[in-house]
């Protein structure tokens, strides 16, 4: 979802990272013995577990467009810059393992 939103394929969830989001839910409800009858309850829960999963990749893409940015005063030849052709490349070599 949030990969489509932004068009940033490193945002993409894999399907264990979809499945931890999802178990972790499921996990802190039983837990504490909670009812996921509480909007409020399950809002405060997706934004936890979404954050962890979800910050680090936006980092990621920020540091992607400050080196874009950097790389395109260097080589204005290049349009996505080298570093977002770099993250890109290992990003695939991940999903591939």
Known sequence: ??????????????EGEATALARAVVGLSEHYNLQMDSPYFAI?????????????????????????????????????GAAM????AQYDLSKAA
């Open 1 to 14: 979802m949030g990969a489509m939103m932004t068009g940033q394929p490193i945002i993409a969830l894999s």
């Open 44 to 80: 405060v829960t997706l934004v936890g577990v979404a954050g962890m999963i979800y910050v680090p990749r936006v980092k990621a893409v920020m540091a992607m467009r400050k080196a874009n940015n950097v790389n395109r005063a260097e080589q204005p030849a290049d349009p996505l």
């Open 85 to 88: 052709h770099a993250a890109q």
